[in-house]
Nanobody, 122 residues
């Protein structure tokens, strides 16, 4: 079993920055990790993903150039640095651990955190 705990969410003004963290514990096998988000009234959507080695990263078009995913395997932690935040980035952000080949779809992720709220005010 794998446990994922997100932190770092909060309220920030448009144009500001936040860094989310996702601490993993339990049977943390080598695997890729991803971030998703769900805004009120909308479906959960892919944000970013990173391979175990950290050499490959993928981003949704809506966050490319503003968000950066990274990981520290020694600490079993994945990060999402969010810059130039916009009101439309407001959502609950979830981290997840994938299995198989790195992917952008929810079905490829086996374990999920409880989420952390990010609110961007205009």
């Amino acid at each position: 079993q794998v446990q994922l705990v997100e932190s770092g969410g909060g309220v920030v003004q448009a144009g500001g920055s936040l860094r989310l963290s996702c601490a993993a514990s339990g049977r943390t096998f080598s695997s890729y990790m991803g971030w998703f988000r769900q805004a009120p009234g909308k479906e959960r959507e892919f944000v970013a993903a990173i391979t175990w080695s950290g050499t490959l990263t993928y981003y949704a078009d809506s966050v490319k150039g503003r968000f950066t995913i990274s990981r520290d395997n020694a600490k079993n932690t994945v990060y999402l640095k969010m810059n130039s935040l916009k009101p439309e980035d407001t959502a609950v952000y979830y981290c997840a651990r994938g299995f198989g080949t790195i992917a952008r779809v929810e079905d490829a992720y086996q374990y999920w955190g409880q989420g952390t709220q990010v609110t961007v005010s205009s």
